[in-house]
């Protein structure tokens, strides 16, 4: 069955930099594009970047120029790499592609605060 776990959330001070990696298996990874979505508390879950199979990327406003999707066919492994870290990126992040949407991960906690 499709799996999606994240791994790499933590407490982090404003400025600082986390990797967050997701696993995939179940699907055909290479050929779908990959998204790194987040829920803060109380608010709706969004997309901050995406990845398609032929490696573009998109972010949204609010992270660009602070985070980097990279993903490795080779491990079904998408990454973000999240620097200059704000207290308004505390959230929940997630991996996953619209085709799956009935079955999300658990999930990794990123709490940036001093």
């Known amino acids: 069955q499709v799996q999606f776990v994240e791994s790499g959330g933590g407490l982090v001070q404003p400025g600082g930099s986390l990797r967050l990696s997701c696993a995939a298996s179940g699907i055909s990874f290479s050929n779908y594009f990959m998204g790194w979505y987040r829920q803060a508390s109380g608010k709706q879950r969004e997309l901050v970047a995406g990845?398609?199979?032929?490696?573009?990327?998109n972010y949204a406003d609010s992270v660009q120029g602070r985070f980097t999707i990279s993903r490795d066919n080779a491990k079904n492994t998408v990454y973000l790499q999240m620097n200059s870290l704000k207290p308004e990126d505390t959230a929940v992040y997630y991996c996953n592609n619209p085709r799956f949407f009935g079955s999300w991960g658990q999930g990794t906690q990123v709490t940036v605060s001093s």
């Open positions: 990845i398609t199979s032929g490696r573009s990327t």
